[in-house]
């Protein structure tokens, strides 16, 4: 079948990721210790019995859609940006709340439901003084995300395809962005990705550093800690010159350092905005993509682009939870 064209877009971005709501509660490092969670990182729970019995265990929580890519074209959405999300939910309560969330904010998310077990993902997020957090997921239904699922004129019609290193852990939804990368690059369009976390190099290394020796990334974003492990070296400018050039665009978070991109040879960098204080990291890194990819697909250059990724990053660390609480498009205007 001959895949259809559209030129220009009508989306500047289409996301597949994990659909999941977080809940997120405060809690002390005693308790992260005591739970033994490695603090500031994600680990999976593979079961609902898992996830019921360390919710027992939180505190009084907040309820809110999440996902990294989600959290990403939400962000997208709220600076003027056209989008779409692809992502599983099962038929329960909390697929409807995550379908309202992500509808309400005007993207297009079109994925049928799937029925029975397991229930919709959900994210355990405990949140330390220090505004540092610690999550626990539990994929649901988003780890059988099937290639069927596969909007393929959603994805032909977007300027980028974003996709996220977490997703790629279960093989459902694997073979799906797999599939998805092809649809993106027959149809002339970009592909970006997220790392996620190191624990996704640990096991899928050899695939990520596969797709950039193939050509087929041209937007890649990483923490320090996530570059250098696939990089597998033990500097941040050591693994920025072993993976550059396997990238047109290379954009690296460094926390309360900025960040850095280095767009075909050419290298910016922007420091971080400043706040009163930091209160709750969850969503930094998804926040920072927003502002970036909204400014590549408005035409902006790198700094300009890794700036309004600062403001966005800068804006969700300031509260509780992982979508905008202010206009996006007024901070940015500033």
């Keep these: 079948m001959t895949q259809p064209t559209y030129d220009p877009p009508r989306f500047d971005v ?11 509660s405060q809690t002390d490092d005693a308790f992260i210790a005591q739970e033994g969670m490695a603090k500031g990182s994600m680990q999976l729970m593979f079961s609902p019995e898992e996830a019921d019995a360390l919710y027992a265990k939180m505190g009084p929580g ?11 074209v939400a962000g997208i959405a709220a600076l003027g940006g056209t ?52 999550m626990n997921t539990f994929l649901g239904a988003g780890q059988f995300l099937p290639a069927a699922a596969i909007d393929r004129d959603l994805i032909a019609d977007a300027a980028i395809l974003y996709l996220e ?3 790629w852990d279960p093989e459902e939804p694997r073979a799906a962005m797999r599939a998805a ?16 976390d190191v624990f996704c190099i640990s096991r899928h290394g050899d695939d990520f550093r596969r797709l950039l020796s193939d050509g087929l990334i041209d937007i890649l974003f990483a923490n320090e800690a996530e570059l250098t492990a696939l990089a597998e070296v033990e500097d941040l400018e050591g693994a920025v010159a072993r993976i550059s050039p396997q990238v047109a665009t290379l954009v690296v978070t460094r926390g309360a350092e900025g960040a850095i991109a280095i767009q075909h040879g050419a290298r910016a960098q922007v420091s ?18 927003a502002g970036f990819l909204h400014g590549q697909a408005q035409g902006k250059g790198l700094e300009a682009s890794l700036k309004l990724g600062a403001i966005c990053a800068a804006e969700i660390i300031s509260h509780v939870g992982a979508r905008p609480q202010v206009d996006l498009k007024t901070l940015a205007a500033r």
């Design 272 to 289: 971080a905005e400043p706040i009163e204080r930091v209160v709750d990291t969850t969503g930094a890194g998804d926040l920072f993509a």
């Design 83 to 134: 989008c779409g999300f692809i992502g599983q939910v099962a038929d329960d309560q909390l697929g409807e709340v995550f379908a309202h969330d992500v509808r309400s904010v005007g993207i297009r998310f079109d994925t049928p439901v799937r029925a029975g077990a397991p229930t919709t993902g959900r994210c355990l997020i405990f949140v330390t003084p220090d505004g540092q957090r610690t």
């Design 14 to 24: 289409v996301a597949i990721g994990n659909a999941i709501v977080d809940v997120l």
């Design 181 to 196: 990368i092809e649809v993106a690059r027959k149809a002339g369009r970009k592909v970006a990705f997220t790392l996620s």
């Design 165 to 167: 290193g977490y997703l």
């Design 62 to 72: 907040v309820e809110a859609s999440g996902g990294s890519a989600a959290n990403t």
